[in-house]
Nanobody, 123 residues
Framework: VQLQAFGGGLVQAGGSLRLSCAASGRIFSSYVMGWFRQAPGKEREFVAAISRSGGSTYYTDSVKGRFTISRDNTKNSVYLQMNSLKPDDTAVYYC?????????????????WGQGTQVTVSS
């Protein structure tokens, strides 16, 4: 499966952005989808994941209550709505797909990656 993330940009603290990730190739609904991010000088970290059906989601603690992951299997897309953004959210955001049957958070469990989209939050 090929993934392409887009929707990043520059936003002031407290603002919102919606990231999208479009998938092509094999059946999209057969993948758990996740969002990761990598800030300058830091390792890539898990942000959020959603089950194949979209019925279950999981978030890292730092984004709970601010970010929402969703998917539309009819459009082969996954989204990350980011509200109340903070400067610490500044990073390149990546979408990823896993063949795992259940939600996973480890980078090593994801099989396909998009190219990343830059999110910059100014203070």
């Amino acid at each position: 499966v090929q993934l392409q993330a887009f929707g990043g940009g520059l936003v002031q603290a407290g603002g919102s952005l919606r990231l999208s990730c479009a998938a092509s190739g094999r059946i999209f609904s057969s993948y758990v989808m996740g969002w990761f991010r990598q800030a300058p000088g830091k390792e890539r970290e898990f942000v959020a994941a959603i089950s194949r059906s979209g019925g279950s989601t999981y978030y890292t603690d730092s984004v709970k209550g601010r970010f929402t992951i969703s998917r539309d299997n009819t459009k082969n897309s996954v989204y990350l709505q980011m509200n109340s953004l903070k400067p610490d959210d500044t990073a390149v955001y990546y979408c990823a797909a896993s063949v795992s049957p259940a939600i996973v958070t480890s980078i090593n469990r994801y099989d396909y990656w998009g190219q990343g989209t830059q999110v910059t939050v100014s203070s």
